[in-house]
């Protein structure tokens, strides 16, 4: 890891810290979410994140010699969330090939990531039906994951999920 994204690493622990304070006091989330996913499933993933302000697309990976344009979503799902959260709003005129969703936690851990392709996802905004998901792009999270793969974390033998967190949050893994 070089130098600016240990540092990176380090202000996003700060910023978790400050988030979850803001939310215990206020009952509001603080808005950082979003720029936590991305850096997350960059550093978890391999992947390239693209300048700020890139439309359509937030990271990219390379695969079989081209690149993969990433659109990453984010959700923290604090304990005792309300069912039916969505993914936050996927643009489809711009240029993308997948989108990740990233699942934290109430302190801003990754628990999961899911992937789905462009042709699923738009296959499922165009479904007929809310409005919620055809006008804004919004799917609901459950939708995704049964368009998506789940890609991270993997098939982990059990018992050793507790090691891969407490891994995660040492950045080792």
Known sequence: ???SEVEIEELLVQA???????????????GIT????EFSAAKLLGLKLA???????DAVREEDGAQVRVQIKGRC????????????????THDWDVVLLVLMDEDFEVS?????????????????????RNERGALSISK??????????????????AQLRAATKNGSA
């Open 34 to 37: 979003g720029e936590v996913a």
């Open 144 to 161: 995704f994951k049964s368009i998506g793969r789940l890609i991270w974390p993997r098939e982990v033998p059990r018992g050793a999920q």
């Open 112 to 132: 999961s990531i899911y992937e789905a392709g462009r042709p699923s996802v738009e296959a499922a905004l165009s479904a007929p039906g809310s409005k919620a």
């Open 1 to 3: 890891m070089s130098a």
């Open 77 to 92: 799902l604090a304990t005792g969330a309300k069912p039916g959260q969505r993914v936050p709003s996927i643009n489809r």
């Open 16 to 30: 978790k810290e400050l988030a979850k304070k803001y939310r215990r006091l206020t009952g509001r989330p603080l």
């Open 51 to 57: 300048p700020a302000r890139q439309s359509g697309f």
